[in-house]
């Protein structure tokens, strides 16, 4: 599975972005991480296909929203009231059979990355 990312870019604090990810393939579960500079990469939102189950960061609950379009090869993330704090590089991933919940925020429960799209707000 080939994944893409899109859709990242530069913009101030209270603004919205949304990012894609294009994948060849539908997959059963699909995930936004993020890497802010200097800091390990973190969980952000997954999405499970089959439930249509979403989960988030605490941190961003009410402010983003993950989703995938109706043929379920491409996955969104809707940014809503940014902050300086979400600057990162944003990756997808995904994993073509179900990730079990407690599972769905690990990164290594998820086999196939996107290149990552950067993602700066600034104050």
């Known amino acids: 599975v080939q994944l893409q990312a899109y859709g990242g870019g530069l913009v101030q604090t209270g603004d919205s972005l949304r990012l894609s990810c294009a994948a060849s393939e539908p997959t059963a579960s699909m995930a936004w991480f993020r890497q802010a500079p200097g800091l390990e990469r973190e969980f952000v939102a997954a999405?499970?296909?089959?439930?249509?189950?979403?989960y988030y960061k605490d941190s961003v609950k009410g402010r983003f929203t993950i989703s995938t379009d109706n043929a379920k090869s491409t996955l969104y993330l809707q940014m809503n009231a940014l902050k300086p704090e979400d600057t990162a590089v944003y990756y997808c991933?995904?994993?073509?059979?179900?990730?079990?919940?407690?599972?769905?925020?690990?990164?290594?429960?998820?086999?196939?990355w996107g290149q990552g799209t950067l993602v700066t707000v600034s104050s």
């Open positions: 999405i499970r296909r089959g439930d249509g189950n979403r």
């Open positions: 991933a995904a994993k073509l059979s179900r990730v079990i919940t407690s599972a769905l925020r690990l990164e290594n429960s998820y086999n196939y």
